[in-house]
């Protein structure tokens, strides 16, 4: 005999339409994704070791616990929930679409019994006018009713929102959906970083797994700019970028200034202000040098990192410097740099030269020169995240779903009405799948309606 | 006036309002128990015309956005999307005892914001200036504000049910007569989380989309993103344990106590204790 195989089989189908099941990989997944939040995930392995030993690295990594959230036991807790959301759905889906699609037009007494609401209701004349009464009330107050004649009495079935019982199946669908749409943006996209000098162009990313992608197109970085509160906070990171096929501006894509919440697409590939930087070329300086004793002053302009002569035999190279001091320095803006003045004969003197409003600031520095920076070019370089993500339409059609089925399976119930109507009396049968509650009182306010008309 | 005056006002009313229900609990009367929703409405009133003024000033400070951007503003909102749940519900099911075990919610949050939390108004980094901001924070906030009425409710079924198996005489009189009877409550707890699970779903996928636009990706697994995501599961266990036998009533209490908790701890604790990219609380 093969039932043990067969109850091997059946155990197993039963495990999977489980509702158990359901809950306790729900709490399960809640519980295991707190692990991810507690150690930080994709981090080098030295600053692990840093906090913690080396044989408790190496289990954790064994266990997976710094990809988590991609680890094998974690895709195979979302591939078990993925499994027990289809099968309970095979499972009782046909259940569900019979009570859709074959309802119950005719009310017995024992259906009768099973309804929580019920109502006689005399009326006078003959059965079949009090049916066509009460099949043009149906129609008006309620819904167009299926009449069925039994042994001379008439059996009426009318309903509303029949479909809204799909709406559970519409939930579980769109989380498989979303899935779906995440499995094609792993396999046939990507996730990149560039760094564009301003002035200067890419066609290739180097994407997180470290492979690179050539664009087909190239992107270069016209101008970067970045802009401050009063208070010092930052207030607009932008980017003005423009694509280029074979060398060439394209019509549209020149220029696009792109901000934080604000990215340029093309071809599928978007690109999103993410960072910045003082590019390797590094700014240009315009410092006036005005001797305190003659008052003679010089403009020279100096690239950063160059050492260039002053009058009188002293050197000047500037380390770094900043169109906006704000967020280093408290109470003072405009143009800073870090300069290393060298007197003649003497040692190298490192201080901050500020704007023509800080005078006195100035002249604290520089033995016989005071220095001042009268303006900077500044050349940074943007750093944009590069994306391309096919299944995100794909995401996003299931998170549609997933909204629309919510709504139908809470707030839109499937309300039934039945009537036997005999020779001066009709009894009625109601029942609703949310909110019994409420369906009552709706229901008596129909039999008022009744009376009354 | 400012902003900070009305929130005050808005403080002491809901203290009040919490006072009176308590007051219904103990003297069973009808006109007290009424007189504590009208007290929150009216504490409710304050803390609009608070937060509305409070925008306000931060266009006469040159750099309006909505009042949404910080740990003080949050909280505040939090608490007035606390009351608005349960005005809501009050008036639709008229279980007044309710008040006193979720205005107190909403008191903790105004005094603690009023009390301790920094309240300049400050001008929006990059990061913040898009209208998914506001998208994404309601959302979240008016499904968190449905959960703490959901976990209230659920403190008075595990109390209620306690004395009850305690011996049901301890039920017949006292504080506990004006509680509605457990069915109710499991009911009441039920349909607060059905307010709230869409809520919190609209704003995963808000904050999810707002990623994917604003960085390319509309999940990374950051701390804050992970925690989300553990409360719509606990909550999604929550409304599968309902339809089971043998996890109705007790079970679905403290598995809606355990979501609040989870909630306060993905709005707050995530923050506090850990990293990551959302920026309220730093
Ligand atoms: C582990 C996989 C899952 C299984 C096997 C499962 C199964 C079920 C079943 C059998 C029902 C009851 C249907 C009925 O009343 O006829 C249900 C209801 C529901 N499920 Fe799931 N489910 C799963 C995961 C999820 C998830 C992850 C969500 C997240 C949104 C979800 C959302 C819902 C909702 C909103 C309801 C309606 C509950 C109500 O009406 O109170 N399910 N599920």
């Known amino acids: 005999m093969n039932t043990t195989k067969r109850g091997f089989a059946y155990q197993l189908w039963d495990f999977f339409c489980s509702l158990r099941l359901s809950i306790f990989l729900l709490i399960g997944l809640a519980l295991v994704s707190i692990i991810g939040t507690i150690i930080p995930q994709g981090n080098p392995p030295q ?10 690295f190496k289990l954790y990594q064994q266990l997976g616990f710094f990809d988590m959230y991609h680890s094998w036991w974690f895709i195979l807790l979302l591939y078990f929930l993925t499994l027990n959301l289809i099968c309970c759905s095979i499972k009782r889906l046909p ?8 309802p119950v037009l005719v009310m017995d007494d024992r259906f009768e019994t099973s309804l929580s609401i019920t109502r006689d209701v005399k009326m006078t004349g003959a059965a079949a006018s009090i049916k066509d009464q009460i099949v043009s009330f149906l129609k008006q107050e309620f819904a167009e009713p299926v009449v069925t004649e039994v042994n001379g009495e008439y059996h009426l079935f009318a309903q509303k929102h029949a479909w809204c019982r799909l709406g559970v199946y519409v939930v579980h669908f769109s ?16 996730k990149g970083y560039v760094n564009i000098p301003e002035g200067g162009s890419i066609s290739r990313v ?8 050539d664009l087909g197109f190239a992107v270069r970085c016209e101008k970067f700019s970045v802009a401050f509160y009063d208070t010092g906070a930052p207030k607009e990171f932008k980017s003005l970028l423009t694509v280029l096929e074979n060398g060439q501006p394209v019509a549209g894509k020149q220029n696009i200034p792109v901000i934080v919440n604000e990215p340029l697409t093309y071809k599928g590939v978007t690109f999103y202000q993410s960072s910045y930087g003082p590019s390797d070329e590094g700014a240009s300086y315009h410092i006036s040098v005005k001797n305190r004793k003659t008052g003679a002053a010089t403009q020279i302009t100096a690239r950063q990192g160059e050492r260039v002569a002053l009058p009188g035999g002293a050197f000047l190279s500037v380390m770094e410097g900043t169109a906006d001091v704000r967020p280093f320095m408290k109470d003072f803006d ?9 007197p003649p004969g003497g040692q190298p003197q490192p201080f901050v030269i500020l704007g023509d409003k800080y005078q006195s600031f100035n002249e604290q520095h520089g033995g016989d020169l005071v220095l001042t920076l009268a303006s900077l070019d500044q050349k940074f370089y943007t750093g944009l995240q590069v994306a391309k993500d096919p299944g995100v339409l794909v995401v996003w059609l299931g998170c549609a779903l997933m909204v629309v089925g919510i709504c139908m399976a809470f707030f839109m119930s499937h309300k039934r009405l039945w009537a036997r109507v005999t020779d001066g009396s009709v009894t009625f049968g109601g029942s609703a799948s949310k909110n019994p509650a409420g369906f009552e009182l709706s229901f008596d306010e129909l039999m008022q309606k009744l009376n009354k008309g | 006036m400012s902003s900070s005056m009305f929130f005050n006002v808005a403080m002491v009313t809901y203290l009040v309002s919490t006072c009176i229900f308590f007051a219904f609990l103990a003297s069973r009367s009808k006109a007290v128990g009424l007189a504590g929703t009208y007290a929150a409405l009216f504490g409710f009133l304050v803390e609009t015309a608070a937060i509305g003024l409070r925008w306000k000033e931060s266009y006469d400070q040159g750099h309006g956005h909505a009042p949404l951007s910080n740990l003080f503003e949050s909280v505040v909102f939090f608490s007035w999307t606390i009351i608005l749940i349960f005005l809501i519900m009050d008036f639709k099911y008229k279980y007044r005892a309710v008040g006193a075990f979720v ?5 903790f949050g105004l005094a603690w914001a009023q009390l301790s939390l920094d309240s300049g108004i400050e001008p929006l980094v990059p990061a913040l200036q898009s209208s998914w901001l506001m998208y994404h924070v309601i959302t979240c906030f008016l499904g968190y504000a449905a959960f703490a009425v959901a976990c209230g409710i659920s403190i008075m079924y595990l109390i209620r049910d306690k004395m009850e198996q305690n011996g049901g005489s301890a039920a017949a009189g006292g504080m506990l007569s004006m509680f509605p009877a457990v069915k109710v409550l499991d009911d009441l707890n039920y349909k607060a989380i059905m307010i709230g699970f869409p809520l919190l ?9 707002w990623a994917n636009y604003a960085w390319g990706t509309y999940w990374s ?4 993103e992970t925690w989300s995501l553990i409360v719509w599961f606990v909550y999604a266990a929550f409304l599968h344990a309902r339809i089971t036998r043998g996890w109705v009533g007790r079970r679905a209490a403290i598995l809606s106590v355990i979501g609040f908790a989870a909630t306060i701890f993905c709005y707050l604790g995530v923050n506090l204790f850990l990293s990551g990219l959302h920026s309220y609380g730093k």
């Open chain 2, 221 to 224: 697994w950051d701390p804050k």
């Open chain 1, 206 to 213: 180097v994407t997180r797994n470290g492979k690179a992608v």
């Open chain 1, 334 to 342: 405009g143009p800073g740099a870090q300069v290393e003045f060298t």
């Open chain 1, 175 to 190: 989380i498989i959906i979303v899935f779906i749409g995440a499995i094609i943006g792993s396999f046939a996209g990507y």
């Open chain 1, 95 to 102: 259940r569900v679409w019979k009570i859709i699609s074959e």
């Open chain 2, 103 to 107: 205005v107190p919610f909403a008191l």
């Open chain 2, 201 to 209: 779903s609209l704003g995963i996928i808000t904050g999810a989309a």
């Open chain 1, 47 to 56: 600053e692990y070791l840093q906090t913690i030993s080396e044989t408790k």
